[in-house]
């Protein structure tokens, strides 16, 4: 089985920057594609960015193109999230996704993380 877990979530002020961590472990090496996520209150969960294995091929959401970078460290297991010019309207809780398949479209994953808060204040 794979486990992912997030770090790197807080409270920013509009403009800020974070980076969001993902740590995979159980089966890291069974994982192609990986993905961000992200969840507002009251509105259905969006894709916001992914990478594919070797981290060649990425794609954002229009929304974060341009402020957000998607990145990975294989020899550590993570993946990350670069997020810079933040707005308030990114505010929402961020999940890392990996699936087994390659590929960087879609929304199809297999293992999801539990999530970590991110709050922009304007």
């Known amino acids: 089985q794979v486990q992912l877990v997030e770090s790197g979530g807080g409270l920013v002020q509009a403009g800020g920057s974070l980076r969001l961590s993902c740590v995979v472990s159980?089966?890291?090496?069974?994982?192609?594609?990986m993905g961000w996520f992200r969840q507002a209150p009251g509105k259905e969960r969006e894709f916001v960015a992914a990478?594919?294995?070797?981290?060649?091929?990425?794609r954002y959401a229009d929304s974060v193109q341009g402020r957000f970078s998607i990145s990975r460290d294989n020899a550590n297991n993570t993946v990350y999230l670069h997020m810079n010019r933040l707005k308030p309207e990114d505010t929402a809780v961020y999940s890392c996704?990996?699936?087994?398949?390659?590929?960087?479209?879609?929304?199809?994953?297999?293992?999801w993380g539990q999530g970590t808060q991110v709050t922009v204040s304007s």
């Open positions: 990478i594919s294995r070797i981290g060649i091929n990425t």
């Open positions: 159980g089966r890291p090496f069974s994982i192609n594609t």
């Open positions: 996704a990996a699936r087994r398949f390659a590929g960087i479209t879609g929304s199809e994953y297999d293992y």
